[in-house]
């Protein structure tokens, strides 16, 4: 089974501090992604990545910055953390671009 | 740009039948995916189609029509546990755009 994990299930945070969120798979997939879920709004992809090394921006970039230095861990980064990017994140990996999505457990983080 | 449409909130009986519509306009398309996310909970993945055509896998059936732009995920003799949200996902050169999703509450 694959299994995707994510470092934390919940967080929280202050106005302006950064906040480094990881992911890791152990599938060796290629592509990795980073969502965030809101009531209303469904999933939103900010960043993903289809090899070590390379990213892509996703939808809604702004104020998020992603990390892939090894094949198996896709870091999401809040520069400087703001309430309006509490939310709920989501990574996803998948073999290929056209497989389905595996996604980690979520992590729900709260900027105070 | 990308539009997925699903209902909102959906609810139905256990043992019943129950479909849920989604409808796209996007600029590509490569498949379109159907993934089921229980409250607090990550999704995860019911079915796959890529050509017209329904795709039959036990309770779960999905459906697609490209020329129409539409899909359908058809859930046969309903439990208490297919309560859940129902996500329609495109994808599009690797990446997948989502539905806002349709709760399905089933009622005994």
């Known amino acids: 089974d694959v299994k995707v994990t994510q470092s934390s299930r919940y967080l929280v945070k202050r106005t302006g501090e950064k906040v480094f969120l990881e992911c890791v798979q152990d599938m060796d997939h290629e592509n990795m992604f980073w969502y965030r879920q809101d009531p209303g709004l469904g999933l939103r992809l900010i960043y993903f990545?289809?090899?070590?090394?390379?990213?892509e921006k996703g939808d809604i970039p702004e104020g998020y910055s992603v990390s892939r230095e090894k094949k198996e861990r896709f870091s999401l980064i809040l520069e400087s953390a703001s309430t309006n990017q509490t939310s709920m994140y989501l990574c996803?990996?998948?073999?290929?671009?056209?497989?389905?999505?595996?996604f980690g457990p979520g992590t729900r983080l709260l900027v105070l | 740009g990308q539009n997925i449409d699903q209902p909102t909130e959906m609810t139905a009986t256990e043992g019943a039948i129950v479909q849920i519509n989604c409808t796209y306009q996007t600029s590509g398309f490569n498949g379109l995916f159907w993934y089921q996310q229980h409250a607090g909970e990550a999704p995860t993945f019911l079915s796959y189609n890529v050509l017209d055509g329904l795709e039959e896998k036990g309770r779960f059936s999905s459906f697609l029509s490209r020329s129409k732009g539409y899909s359908y995920l058809l859930l046969k003799e309903l439990q208490m546990k297919d309560s859940a949200s129902y996500l329609c996902?495109?994808?599009?050169?690797?990446?997948?755009?989502f539905g806002d999703g349709t709760t399905l509450t089933v009622k005994p």
């Open positions: 996902a495109v994808v599009n050169a690797g990446k997948s755009t």
């Open positions: 996803a990996s998948s073999l290929n671009r056209k497989e389905t999505q595996y």
């Open positions: 990545s289809y090899d070590v090394k390379m990213k």
